[in-house]
């Protein structure tokens, strides 16, 4: 049972390849709730998979499918001109080689998010987002989609009668539109932990972040983006799940929620 | 309903990438009755399973995945050395690719049929048919399994209990130990419609064939490979459903035998 | 020795990958005077460019690299959001290969010329076409670069010292600001080849070219691109080559304009 | 000017791929004097090229080629069944690639060293070692090829008019043969920084190194090979330059030698 608030924590997971390795700090591990597995296309390998959807099982993170755009030259960051139906088999592609790896370990697939460049194409491109969301109602036991908070992409979504939950993060600045500020612009990440924790707080408390012009924004929040790979993830994520617990916030898969 | 005797005619299709394609002969579509669809690894793309699938649905063709190896470049035909692990993890990724495909369009996903070397590998090498195996047997509502007419893979899946169907080739020569003969001796291909047609008649009503030296080799049947891309395809499969015909063989896919 | 108009016909060549092979047409390779060959990002690849590089030696065409983008799946026509370094490198790496294989077969490589979605993104973007540029000023006797004719591209590689040649398309309609009509609307393609030849021709005594719109558009024409892989391919050349014989145009490759 | 001993000391550098990199060490970069440079098959890429071709040329490390089987999945450590032309048109094209970013930058390029399995296969299958002799020899200014000392591969270089150079493995155990003990049979990895030195010396000084069995193997020493990416590779370098040192043994690139 959660209490008055319950959030979930997600975390991008199985991004080595072959050789390549990425390592996620156990901290992180230990403290989400829900994991968002690279598919193949950006990253990830049918090995990879087996491990991560293992390592996930380990922990009890419920596992979600992390399609990308087909390449790994670039981590699927870089925008490519792609179709409606390129992306929609994409997607269909990616989450049914995902979805065995779950069948096979007997765990659900819980969700699909979107990576990189084709989770921001589809926050602001109805081509790309239309795409998504066919192939997730198209498939069986539609999975949750995890998209960005307050994106035309996830009222689309809720509109096709998918099960939409809203994602915020906690470490980088917002637009009075609800747009990530960009990584470019000064402030536009936050790097200091306390900071991070009580903008989490609010946001599943109130519901509300403060802008870069230090306007309140409304925001649905059901899940916080955590990074894993990063020096300072093992700090933030502590500090936040620190002040969720004195807040008694609980931290839950977004199955639950 | 099917006659006294019956045979399922499976052929490779969706064998194309990107902007390349490989046509398959049209009187070749109508006549099969199992698809092995290609599954990204050797061919295939996620565009070409959508029209693949929707093809092959078209035709009332039954569909089976087609998995390969990880090398586009050499379309899955060369040896490469492979742990078991990683033939398995293969296999579960590009089956479930295309089983998402199989669902999204409504068709079940009837059987696996490794491709190329891969095939060739698991005939003979108990580290690869292991690997297969362990795929199909641990992914739910496993699939039929289509192997190489009494090898040592087909065995050792029906001893781990698997479905398996006995695949034949009516275009190929056999040695004696029921291996087929190296393409690069003389009368290994057999390129004349008639004879062609003569043997899969007698592949399918006595479960012979006569080996390359004259003598008679045992075979089960439950399958004829046919090859849809060669100049000779047409003419092939018209002679071999002719023949099937007088002798009254019916064709149908696998699961109806 | 050429007569008083001379012009380059090229086309691309190479563009197989693997088992994949694109035919051209035998007209074709008759009468062009400079091959695009592959350089294996968008197609091509090692076989396939030593084929390509001896079928070209065979006809005494002249051969360029054909760069394109990392996307052998999209046949480099997709866009991408690539910086001016990753276009750089990513022509130094094609051009060096390539080059390889001329320096085997004892000629020259004669130019580069963009595959794709790169030769869009840099007739328009100044990105991509800065990276192109600096690529082929970096390297020891930098090629020829061919460049849609009029393009801010051409233009910049001049002023940075590059030998530059400007291609025209007699088969495609041309807006009033010398950019090429979108394949989208009507008329943004000329199929018949008798008008082919004869804007062909106009394009290289009188430097001319009427635009879509019925009026005239000055264009420098040092070469005009022919399509291989096309059905109409061979009835297009030999109609333009004949109309060429007739006013006297000789055909040549870059290397003696 | 070199001792009365000299020796290069050559490691693999620029096996990163995209986003993911590969961490050198500090103390192996300033100690080495050659570095194999992933091509883009096995690992490396454009970018990853630039930058390792320009790390090299800051500790003035000479640059040599180091092409891979087309298996970035498998990061080119599996054999795979390549025939003599597909191998000598993967070395051609790698080479081809690396060179460009070596004229680019204005050193030269020393050598060549294939990677992984296809230096295995090249070094005991006469199929793949013709194709790498054939790419070298082809090629104008021949580069040196750095082969297993006392291979067969080494000898029909040598015997076809390449410039070879030998390379011995000071931490790895050797049969009687002149191979290298399979890294799965205990003792065949030496984990001990001194011995390893020792081992360095005496190949160096005396041409010798003593097999697994406790007896002698002549051995022609030109390079060592130093790997630059393990937790002991600091420890081993220092110690093995300190022993060099003390004996008067000059470290200096191939091309010195």
Redesign the interface.
């Known amino acids: 049972m959660t209490g008055e608030h319950a959030v979930d924590l997600n975390c991008d997971l199985g991004e ?5 390795s ?1 390592e996620i700090d156990e901290v992180v591990m230990k403290n989400i709730s829900s994991a968002n597995v690279a598919a ?1 296309f950006h ?1 990830g ?3 990879e ?2 491990d991560t959807v293992a390592y996930a099982k380990e922990y009890e993170t419920a596992i979600g499918a992390h399609p990308g755009l ?6 699927g ?6 179709s409606t ?2 992306v929609r ?2 997607v ?10 779950c ?2 370990a007997g765990v659900e697939l819980q969700h699909v998010k979107p990576h990189g ?1 084709l989770y921001n194409m589809a926050s602001n491109d109805e081509t790309v987002a239309t795409g998504i969301i066919q192939a997730l109602t ?3 036991d539609s999975p949750t989609l995890l998209a960005l908070s307050g994106s035309k992409f996830a009222s689309m979504a809720e509109e096709a009668g998918l099960d939409v939950r809203h994602e915020a993060f906690a470490d980088r600045a917002y637009n009075q539109d609800g747009t990530l500020v960009s990584r470019s612009r000064e402030g536009a990440v936050i790097h200091d932990s306390d900071r991070l924790a009580r903008r989490a707080v609010k946001m599943v408390q109130e519901g509300e972040v403060e802008t870069i012009d230090g306007k309140t924004l409304d925001l649905t929040v059901d899940s916080i983006c955590i990074h894993g790979d990063t020096p300072e993830a093992s700090e933030h994520v502590t500090r936040l799940v620190d002040a969720f617990e004195k807040e008694g916030i609980s931290v839950t898969p977004l199955r639950n929620l």
């Open positions: 080595g390849f072959g050789a390549y990425i193949g990253a390998d049918p090995m998979l087996e087909p390449d790994l030259l670039g981590f960051r870089r925008q490519m001109d792609v139906d390129e088999n994409y269909t592609y990616q989450v049914g080689a995902v979805r065995a790896f069948d096979r460049a198209e498939l069986p």
